[in-house]
């Protein structure tokens, strides 16, 4: 298993994924999987500014993700897999099944029609719902914004 | 380009106003009511004026969701006003205020907060054991905020120059190399100022009580090490602390 | 301490809580800085220096990195360089391992307590929601106010729980204080410089740096044996 994490976090690459986990994981690559940062040279430009030098950023379109997903797994260094979306990452799970068996919530923060669950985690009815989903297909999802905390179940979070 | 060479409007009431970025911080908008704060003097030269609905209309969009490192932020502040003033998309203004969290956030985390703020304090530390006394403190914050007062005024008006265009004048001022540099120097100063704190507090002991508080310091800071990463130096300290006094109080060693 | 120094100790103590994250985070909150404040506020600013120090080897580990909670040092190292000024704290090792124990509770305390404050300004910004959605700079501007006050109550509440707390707890231990005097200090000085460096491998054990901080400790200790 090269990849440590896969995280759903709508900041990307922040502080909390590069020096929180990407420090004690020891993580040479992340992978930010974003169809809108794929097609945005200057957003691209932006997240490599947001990581060390011995850290490689590598962008992919959803679709794309799933075909180089095995790549990834491969590679001898360790990496983080990061979607802005819970959408993004539903689609990576369902496209290459078995592969994912955790998904890290990192943070959802608020927006019109999203109830808070958490401080750093905000999730409407119906995103509620497909995280279920995810779930039940077997992945275990737990939300945890930095390896200190404690990861917190999603049947706690939804309870 | 006229416009490209204007200085940043109001700079001074937008300067003070952000270093208080943070007051409104909360879990909803984290720094975004902070940013909306600091971004509004720049926004009343928009068409209309203060009761215009363009002034009403940026204002609510910069007081949305933001969160990054809050000396860098003036740098998203300056770029998402002058955005709105050069008239572009709310779907432009908003995308470049969301791209710009998660960067500025990791880039400042590690140049200032696990780098030059370590480092000043570790300069600070070793010439307080080497006898400089109050003069410490004073080397250290005029150290210190000679980065961050500059990091603060240089983001603002770049932010304001480039606009849209922002990422580029990130690149170019070479922060993401300074961030390389000052980590390793941190790395370096806090090593040596450990050691020669302890040497400054337990100079002229006894041998017995060196070595004892040297084991002490390295057995804690092994064991929370060992039992990484859920474990709390704090906690062990307040631990050690607290046994050696209900020891100390009840016998007489 | 007088009342007045009491009430000073206070009135900084707020200053220094406020720099923390509100404004204008110039690091006064740092420990070695607001312990000589502390300290200068009874006339003892070289006593309220020496608690500060030994209080920054605990802060080391302290980054204020967005929106992850972390202790508050700066409230709890102003009082308890203004009690190590005055006679409880700073005499006696057994008097500044009270002071000390103090301010690791309170500082956990101050990061709680901000934890609290945050979601208060949550319901501010529900409370404005429609103002604020509108562009109503009016509703901007009291969001803000109303942050800056929580915690302006916040710091201030850290700053006479600890001054109050200390000066109890470094009275017991200076009169009930049985072992040696060397043995609280010895304690004091384990903690902090322990904290220390566990601090230092979290934040530099990786990548390049730590190479750095490891010949940064091999080339301190030299130092501190030959200094010894």
């Not at chain 2, 998660?102 to 370590?118: E, Q």
């Not at chain 3, 609290?116 to 562009?135: E, I, K, Q």
Request: proline content about 5%.
């Amino acid at each position: 298993m090269s990849i440590a994490v896969y995280r759903i976090d709508d900041r990307l690459i922040h502080g909390q994924v590069v020096v929180g986990w990407g420090q004690v994981l020891g993580v040479g690559f992340i992978v930010l999987v974003d169809d809108e940062v794929r097609g945005s040279d200057w957003e691209q430009e932006l997240y490599r500014m947001g990581v060390p030098p011995a850290v490689s950023v590598e962008f992919a379109g959803v679709a794309e993700a799933i075909m180089r997903l095995p790549a990834w797994e491969a590679d001898p260094r360790r990496g983080i897999v990061l979607t802005g979306d819970i959408d993004g990452m539903v689609t990576l799970c369902t496209g290459a099944p078995d592969r994912i068996s955790r998904v890290n919530l990192g943070g959802i923060h608020f927006r019109e029609g999203r109830k808070e669950r958490l401080r750093y985690l905000y999730l409407s009815d119906e995103e509620a719902t497909k995280l279920r989903a995810l779930a039940r297909c077997g992945i275990e999802v737990t939300a945890q914004d930095v390896p200190t905390a404690r990861p917190v179940p999603l049947e706690e979070l939804l309870a | 380009m006229a416009v490209a060479a204007s200085p940043v409007p109001a700079f001074g009431a937008v300067l003070f106003r952000l270093f208080a970025i943070q007051a409104g911080w909360n879990y909803e908008r984290m720094m975004g009511v902070g940013f909306g704060y600091a971004a509004e003097p720049m926004l009343r030269g928009l068409p209309g004026g203060r009761a215009g609905d363009r002034y009403r209309e940026a204002l609510a969009r910069e007081s949305r969701f933001f969160n990054a490192h809050p000396y860098l932020a003036g740098l998203a502040v300056g770029a998402a006003a002058r955005a709105e003033v050069d008239g572009e998309s709310p779907e432009k203004i908003e995308r470049l205020r969301a791209a710009l969290c998660g960067p500025l956030g990791s880039l400042g985390d590690r140049l200032i907060w696990a780098g030059w703020l370590p480092a000043c304090a570790a300069i600070a530390l070793m010439l307080v054991a080497f006898g400089a006394r109050a003069w410490a403190v004073v080397v250290f914050l005029v150290l210190y905020n000679l980065v961050h007062v500059w990091l603060r005024i240089w983001g603002l008006r770049a932010g304001w120059r480039e606009g849209l265009h922002v990422a580029g004048a990130l690149a170019a001022q070479g922060l993401r190399r300074g961030s390389e540099t000052v980590g390793p120097l941190a790395g370096l100063l806090v090593g040596a100022a450990l050691p020669i704190a302890f040497a400054w507090q337990l100079r002229g002991e006894p041998w017995e009580a060196v070595g004892a508080g040297a084991g002490g310091a390295i057995v804690l800071a092994g064991v929370v090490r060992l039992a990484a990463p859920r474990a709390n130096g704090m906690a062990l300290a307040a631990l050690l602390l607290g046994a050696t006094s209900v020891c100390g109080l009840l016998w007489p060693w | 301490m007088s009342p007045l120094e009491a009430g000073a100790a206070v009135a900084v103590g707020t200053l220094v809580g406020l720099d923390l994250v509100s404004v204008p985070q110039m690091m006064f909150s740092r420990p070695i800085v607001a312990g000589l404040l502390g300290g200068a506020v009874v006339g003892q600013p070289l006593a309220g220096l020496a608690v500060g120090a030994l209080l920054e080897l605990f802060a080391m580990e302290t980054l204020p990195v967005g929106a992850v909670r972390y202790p508050d040092w700066g409230p709890g190292s102003v009082a308890a360089g203004a009690l190590a000024g005055a006679e409880a704290g700073g005499r006696s090792p057994a008097g500044l391992l009270a002071v000390v124990l103090v301010v690791l509770g309170t500082a956990w305390l101050g990061g709680w307590l901000m934890h609290v404050m945050r979601r208060a300004n949550v319901a501010s910004v529900a409370a404005w929601r429609v103002a604020l959605d509108a562009g109503d700079a009016r509703a901007v501007r009291r969001i803000q106010l109303e942050g800056l006050a929580r915690d302006a109550g916040r710091a201030a509440v850290l700053t006479v729980l600890t001054l109050a707390a200390g000066q109890v707890l470094a009275g017991a231990f200076v009169s009930g204080w049985q072992a040696g005097e060397l043995i609280a200090r010895v304690a004091v000085v384990a903690a902090t410089v322990g904290v220390g460096i566990w601090s230092g491998w979290r934040l530099f054990g990786q990548g390049a740096p730590a190479q750095w901080f490891v010949t940064g400790l091999g080339a301190g200790a030299l130092v501190a044996v030959l200094w010894l």
